[in-house]
């Protein structure tokens, strides 16, 4: 008998693992695909690192550099590079440098004079009446306080860029309660953040990180920890819940028993294994979409593209209407990504805004990027390499009503006892979020199991006693059977 089974090796699951297991407990992850990392895909080609999922992490929050410093990667760290001098908007079928100050966007013309004019004003903006019913979406939230031009041209291409998300479907409370929170609080949200500020808070998203490898790394040094507790090549199929244990059915593999479980899969894995155990988990999981997307990675001799390649990236509002959503300027952003002479560049496709694009042929996605980059940073001749990867289940979408139905999700384990839900949708999709909640929850379990401080297990060899019962027989779980 386990005490927690995990489902998912992504950043969520392993998070929740390791911690599980720093406090004492028989955790097993199992993990459908032959890697662990979900998401997290850092992959080395001919000098070159690409990330095909995330590829920076905020160092904002104190999690993720303590849970760097605690995993040993700190030697490896690497801050954004002193490249990074811009943040680039598409603006009439160029790009418009910005100065990446915080108030980059008052001494720049991307915005009209009354718009910056209006931007500036938000400090006196009456702050929303508390009893105003409905809930608010971030394009609403973000033309009332900073008005309808900065909402259109500034925040609509990072919610579609970063959230692969439209601004004017997803729920502010939901994606950025910290604005939501900055406006009661403080009566509106750049006095807010001036206020943080002056008591030695950092601006918002101002701080990033990688690692040498790239985000890839987090995710290997979680597996090293783990070692034999986590089982790639194993799908989880159904979960029965039967007396007090729940009964992972495995396929082939065959079943495992397990005091609690942790699902920390995609939204809609969730839906499925929740149906005919908790129905209205399951509607809440079937409630939160994730479109594709596509990542098309280019490396190109630095000589092939004329651009000064002076920032991050570039974002497009949606009525610039371009086919990709924005790009990094990847061997700008961190040292390493791409061999002397050479620079490396991502594009990013599909999302809420054009779902259809992420699903169309490598060939043509790879033509779609190569133009983008032709046109705006004047990208020449033939790249070195060239990659594209599909994610048919993209980000997931925190649209109107999303609150409610994480809290459902929440409560599965209070209808449930030991059955715990975790993953992208529940505090913001990005990595640091994704570890801070799959703490939580891990935290959660642990109070479930009797809640003492256990002593860590240094030896994660006990897997080899563990048991599973195959078609009627019992056999061990050896990693070659279970990748099988
Ligand atoms: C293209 C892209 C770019 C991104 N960029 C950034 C970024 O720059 N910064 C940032 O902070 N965040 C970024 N994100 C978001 C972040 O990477 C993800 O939200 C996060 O990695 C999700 O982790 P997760 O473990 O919750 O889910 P996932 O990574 O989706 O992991 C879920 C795992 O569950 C497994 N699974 C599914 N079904 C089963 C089953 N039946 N049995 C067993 N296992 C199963 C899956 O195979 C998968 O490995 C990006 C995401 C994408 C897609």
Redesign the pocket.
């Known amino acids: 008998m386990l005490d927690v089974a995990v489902?998912?090796?992504?950043?969520?699951?392993?998070?929740a693992a390791y911690s599980l297991r720093r406090r004492g407990y028989r955790v097993l992850v199992?993990?459908?695909?032959a890697h662990?990392?979900?998401?997290?895909v850092s992959e080395r080609r001919e000098g070159f690192l690409m990330?095909?999922?995330?590829?920076?992490?905020?160092a904002d929050s104190p999690v993720a550099v303590e849970f760097s410093r605690e995993l040993g990667l700190e030697g490896q760290r690497y801050n954004l590079g002193d490249g990074v001098r811009r943040r680039y908007l598409v603006s009439r079928g160029s790009l418009h440098g910005i100065s990446t100050h915080p108030l980059g966007f008052l001494y720049s013309d991307y915005l009209s004079l009354g718009a910056r004019l209006r931007l500036m004003a938000e400090m006196v903006v009456p702050r929303r009446r508390a009893m105003e019913p409905g809930e608010e979406t971030v394009a609403t939230f973000c033309a009332r306080r900073f008005g309808a031009e900065f909402a259109t041209r500034v925040i609509d291409p990072m919610v579609g860029g970063?959230y692969?998300a439209r601004a004017s479907e997803v729920s502010v409370a939901a994606l950025f309660p910290k604005l939501v929170d900055l406006e009661r609080r403080h009566g509106s949200v750049s006095g807010g953040i001036l206020h943080r500020s002056r008591r030695g808070g950092t601006m918002p998203g101002s701080r990033?990180f990688s690692w040498r490898d790239g985000?890839g790394a987090l995710p290997h040094a979680l597996a090293v920890r783990l070692g034999e507790v986590v089982r790639t090549g194993?799908?989880?199929?159904r979960i029965e819940q039967r007396r007090g244990v729940f009964r992972l059915d495995l396929g082939k593999v065959g079943y495992l028993d397990a005091r609690a479980v942790a699902i920390?899969?995609?939204p809609h894995?969730v839906a499925?294994?929740l149906e005919g155990i908790d129905e209205s988990a399951a509607a809440a999981a079937a409630g939160i979409d994730a479109p594709p997307?596509a990542?098309v990675f280019f490396g190109f001799r630095r000589q092939d593209v004329d651009h000064p390649l002076d920032g991050l990236g570039f974002l497009a509002a949606e009525d610039e209407r371009r086919t990709l959503n924005g790009a990094q300027f990847c061997s700008t952003m961190f040292p390493g990504r791409a061999p002397q002479g050479s620079v490396a560049l991502a594009a990013?496709f599909g999302g809420a805004r054009a779902p259809d694009i992420a699903r169309a042929p490598a060939r043509e996605l790879l033509d779609l990027a190569h133009r983008e980059f032709r046109d705006l940073i004047g990208a020449r001749g033939q790249p070195i390499v060239a990659m594209v990867?599909h994610?048919p289940?993209?980000?997931?979408q925190y649209r109107l009503g999303h609150r409610d139905r994480t809290t459902v999700l929440l409560e599965t384990s209070q209808r449930h006892p030991g059955l715990f839900v975790?993953?992208?949708?529940f505090s913001g999709?990005?990595?640091?979020?994704?570890v801070a909640?799959?703490m939580e929850i891990a935290a959660r379990i642990h109070r479930f199991l009797g809640g003492q401080e256990n002593a860590f297990i240094s030896s994660p060899n006990w897997f080899g006693e563990c048991q599973l019962v195959a078609n009627g027989s019992e056999i061990n779980l050896s990693k070659d059977r279970a990748s099988a």
Do not use: D, F, K
Request: overall charge positive.
């Open positions: 489902i998912g090796g992504g950043i969520s699951g392993m998070t199992l993990e459908r695909q662990i990392g979900g998401n997290a990330e095909h999922g995330p590829s920076t992490i905020s970063i692969a990033l985000i194993v799908a989880v199929r920390a899969t995609q894995v499925q294994m997307l990542v990013y990867r994610w289940m993209g980000l997931p975790t993953g992208n949708y999709p990005s990595v640091v979020a994704c909640q799959a």
